[in-house]
């Protein structure tokens, strides 16, 4: 697994509403046909974008656990380093990290990143596979909230994991095939109250693949 400079996640605590992909939103879809099967799918990471020098971070992304079955669901860290000056952050653990609301679903739709910081790890199937529920079927229905600037010293790292589902919201389940996530980061440095926080595309993709059967 390569190690590469990604944009990474640090959200800000006390936010509220649906923060981090921690949940759902209470806006139904039309019900796509999600029927899950039993079958074993693999997770592989494609690439992930550079991170432009100014910015003083180092971004890493990296498969924790590949595999997808009945059981278990595959999982991805992103670990965020400032490798330049003191910098601020719009981003912590949990429901202001990187990838929060509409930004854990992937494109094309399909898969879903939830979030699992502070859960140990650990990811329980809602009883109809691993297929997340209720998303809003638009881009708008996620709510919005402020996100705190939080200052992260040189050296400094937040790490944010997430959980591979199904989102849902398409006919098919997990179906194979290659998924692009995506967000616009911001960051500025704190020696300057009065500077105003630079923003920059990043994301990364991931290969969903079906084990075949022996």
Do not use: K
Request: proline share 4%; with cysteine; net charge negative.
């Amino acid at each position: 697994m390569h190690r590469r400079a990604l944009l990474s996640t640090v959200a800000a605590a006390g936010a509220a509403g649906l923060g981090g992909c921690l949940a759902s939103v209470g806006i139904g879809t039309s019900g796509p046909a999600n029927p899950v099967d039993d079958e074993e799918r693999r997770i592989s990471l494609l690439g992930v974008d550079s991170v432009p020098d100014e910015s003083g971070l180092q971004i890493d992304v990296r498969v924790l656990d590949d595999r997808i079955t009945v059981s278990e669901t595959a999982e991805i860290v992103v670990e965020t380093t400032v490798v330049g000056d003191t910098t601020v952050l719009p981003v912590t653990q949990g429901s202001c990290a990187i990838l929060n609301r509409r930004t854990c679903s992937s494109a094309p739709r399909g898969l879903w990143l939830e979030s699992t910081d502070g859960a140990g790890g650990t990811a329980t199937p809602d009883g109809e596979g691993w297929v997340r529920r209720g998303l809003p079927t638009g881009e708008q229905g996620f709510g919005g909230y402020g996100c705190r600037r939080v200052e992260y010293q040189p050296g400094e790292s937040v790490r944010n994991t997430f959980a591979v589902w199904d989102d849902g919201r398409v006919d098919g389940y997990l179906d194979p095939g290659e998924y692009r996530w995506g967000e616009d980061v911001s960051v500025r440095s704190a020696s300057s109250d009065s500077e105003e926080f630079r923003g920059f595309d990043w994301g990364f993709s991931l290969e969903l693949t079906r084990v075949e059967r022996e």
